[in-house]
Structure formats: structure tokens, C-alpha cells
Nanobody, 127 residues
């Protein structure tokens, strides 16, 4: 029954910060042992895991994006957010938020064990 919905601007200018919010309904983001992830898919490429915020509030990021990525949450609104700084046209992608089924172990990280997804939102980086 859990549903996830991405929201945020569809167009971001180069060098700016991409900011998206995922609103979760039908379940609490604080429920053990879920994790809450951001994944993206550039055109013509595969899914790229970006990071996760775990049920206890810890965050983990893809090494290739760690320096530019921040995931946070607002538990009072049942939302978690993505900020990706210093964007370039290579950051153009469909961005998804997704739930990790079990973040009590190593399966929390990456694209495995994702059991609920948002529909995705297109973000284009262009001047």
C-alpha cells in the first residue's frame, strides 16, 4: 500500500543544485528496518543508485556522487529529499525515490531489495 511520489523542478540550470522531495504515503519512513533511496536513470543508460537514508537516520552515498549528494528527511511530513549540487548536463535523468525492504544488513545499499518505487520524475539540466 505504500506509495512514493517525487516532486521538484523539472529543469535546473548548470552549476545549480538539484532538489527533489519524495512524499511517502501508506507507511511511515521511520519504520524499522526500511531505508529510503534515490536512484536515477540517464537517457540510454541503466539505473544508478545514488544513496539512502536509513531508518535510524544514517545516510550512505554512492562513492561517485558522495561529494555532491545529500539526502535528508522530515519525519513530521513523512518526506525525504535529495540535493545534488553543481549539476551539469550529465545529471539529466529520470530520478526515482524508492524504499529498501530491509536496511538491517548489507542489502540496504545499491539497487537490490527495493520493494516500492515512485513513478519517477524527469529532471533536465540545461541553460
Amino acid at each position: 500500500q505504500v506509495q512514493l511520489q517525487e516532486s521538484g523542478p523539472g529543469l535546473v540550470k548548470p552549476s545549480q543544485t538539484l532538489s527533489l522531495t519524495c512524499t511517502v504515503s501508506g507507511g511511515s519512513i521511520t519504520t524499522s528496518y526500511y531505508g529510503w533511496s534515490w536512484i536515477r536513470q540517464p537517457p540510454g543508460k541503466g539505473l544508478e543508485w545514488m544513496g539512502v537514508i536509513v531508518y535510524d537516520g544514517d545516510t550512505y552515498y554512492s562513492p561517485s556522487l558522495k561529494s555532491r549528494t545529500s539526502i535528508s528527511w522530515d519525519t513530521s511530513k513523512n518526506q525525504f529529499s535529495l540535493q545534488l549540487s553543481s549539476v551539469t548536463p550529465e545529471d539529466t535523468a529520470v530520478y526515482y525515490c524508492a524504499r529498501v525492504r530491509d536496511c538491517s544488513g548489507y542489502g540496504c545499499y545499491g539497487n537490490d531489495a527495493l520493494d516500492a518505487w515512485g513513478q519517477g520524475t524527469q529532471v533536465t539540466v540545461s541553460s
